[in-house]
């Protein structure tokens, strides 16, 4: 058969379909990839007007209290004191079901939560998981589209995902957590919130240091086990937003601790594995965490459409003291999100009432469908102008950032960066209780059942290598629980 050539849309052929364009093994991405804009763009296309991930949700409001000083690592107004309090709206969400999936299919959980600051919105949109399946934007439509439906059969397709997960071994982490009982969570009230990527505080002496966000629950950790949750889904498939709507109506409010971990630039530089990789954490008895605030949901919005299906929220949108990092995957979010809502909503999606600040809004901005705030009358549409006495503020500039290289080449990489194995064999063996450890094999044997086809074998033996780099214990028992001849390679 014919060899085809990868294309661009407009025919030009195309070999860099894996890896984004950064400036040294650790990023920053570089605008001039059109190829990753081409993608990301497209991708947020593809749906109309369901989102494309995380389209199954449920959200609250409520209110976040500073309970810890945390100024020696941030300027931000909402952290000056202890006591400040902000109003925030949180969407839980599946990732890969549509509007109409069960609550209880083994996914990750959006956690996406928007606090109300008198300094701007400011989003930490995350997941219940403290990493994810891939490192580099430019494969995030190629994974998604393996966990949606089967373009021939539209059945959701077991060797889809099995394949592509084989064949980026970058996913293992999160694949471990997701075939644990943390794949499957009673609900959104007993899962804990990540802002999963490394994002930058700084402080007012102008010194920038890495930071990841922890919400943990308040209400303990609890799971299904894989037989719980198939049969909630057939029981209640809108199990976990009844859950949260009701225990919000007897007044048995949720609530998480906001916790940090902070790394300096000086021990980023020495970081056995790349800090800014989504795939990996930071160690917690390296990198303990740092206590921060409360957050409380007290509101069940009163129209769920006007609300949770019109929230927007962006990685973009960060506050004076809070920044973002070289993460790969971070600074493709910041591109996509807006992008998606501007699709989605309009190109005025922050005049949504959910989606609007707080603070006064000052831009040149005019225009567009469903503008709805007097489109600044008749103001000044250019800046500089002699007339609106809007200005620049130079005291919000960031300090600048010193990158790693001035080398646009992806393929130079720190001898860590391939390591996929050692985090999730250390997740399988020493966090892990031994209940955890079974159920986690169990609902591996499960998921790789699934895959059918002339391909099974080569697939199931792919992924039982992976399974053997990071454990060796768990690739022999998943090889004779599935009753395939393993043997693994020197």
Not at 219 to 227: A, D, L, R, S, V
Not at 277 to 287: F, N, S
Not at 321 to 342: E, F, T, V
Not at 387 to 404: G, M, S
């Amino acid at each position: 058969m014919k060899k085809k050539k990868l294309t661009t849309a407009s025919g030009k052929p195309y070999y860099e379909n894996q890896d984004s364009l950064s400036a040294g093994p650790r990023g920053p991405i570089l605008l001039q990839d059109f190829y990753l804009h081409e993608k990301l763009a497209h991708f947020n296309r593809e749906r109309i007007p369901e989102r494309v991930v995380h389209a199954k949700g449920t959200g609250a409001f409520g209110k976040f209290t500073v309970t810890h000083d945390i100024t020696r690592y941030t300027k931000a107004n909402l952290f000056g004191k202890v006591g400040n309090e902000c109003r925030v709206f949180v969407r839980f969400s599946t990732v890969g079901g549509e509007k109409g999936s069960a609550d209880t299919e083994r996914d990750p959980r959006g956690f996406a939560v928007k606090l109300y600051t008198e300094e701007g919105n400011w989003d930490l949109v995350g997941n219940n998981t403290p990493v994810f399946f891939l490192k580099d934007p430019k494969k995030f439509p190629d994974f998604i589209h393996t966990q949606k439906r089967d373009p021939k059969t539209n059945l959701k397709s077991p060797t889809m995902m099995w394949d592509y997960w084989s064949l980026n071994p970058e996913s293992l982490h999160q694949v471990m957590i997701l075939f644990s009982d943390r794949g499957t969570p009673h609900g959104y009230r007993y899962m804990n919130g990540y802002g999963s990527h490394t994002f930058s505080m700084i402080n007012a002496a102008g010194e920038r240091m890495w930071v990841k966000f922890h919400f943990k629950t308040q209400q303990g950790i609890k799971n299904f086990t894989g037989p719980e949750a198939d049969a909630m889904r057939g029981k209640d498939p809108d199990f976990s937003q009844r859950d949260l709507v009701t225990a919000i109506g007897k007044v048995v409010f949720p609530k998480w601790a906001l916790k940090i971990q902070v790394m300096t630039q000086a021990q980023a530089k020495t970081f056995r594995w790349n800090p800014f990789d989504l795939t990996k954490i930071w160690p917690h008895g390296e990198y303990p965490l740092i206590d921060v605030g409360v957050m409380e949901l007290n509101q069940v919005p009163s129209n769920y459409f006007a609300d949770v299906e019109q929230s927007a929220f962006a990685p973009s949108n960060i506050v004076d003291g809070i920044g973002l990092s070289p993460d790969k995957m971070l600074q493709g979010r910041i591109l996509a999100y807006p992008d998606a809502h501007r699709y989605r909503l309009g190109a005025n999606y922050e005049q949504i009432p959910v989606n609007r600040p707080i603070s006064e809004v000052y831009n040149h901005q005019r225009d567009g469908a469903m503008r709805v705030d007097g489109n600044s009358g008749d103001n000044p549409n250019y800046f500089p102008n002699s007339f609106d006495n809007i200005e620049a503020d130079k005291t919000y500039k960031e300090p600048p950032l010193k990158l790693d290289s001035d080398i646009a080449d992806i393929y130079d990489r720190n001898e860590n960066d391939d390591d996929h194995y050692t985090q999730p064999g250390m997740l399988f063996r020493k966090v892990m209780t031994d209940a955890e450890r079974q159920n986690t094999i169990n609902n591996f044997v499960a998921g790789l059942s699934g895959i059918t086809g002339s391909k099974r074998e080569e697939i199931i033996l792919r992924q039982l290598h992976h399974f053997h780099k990071a454990d060796a214990e768990l690739a022999q028992q998943v090889a004779q629980k599935l009753g395939v001849a393993f043997k693994p390679l020197v």
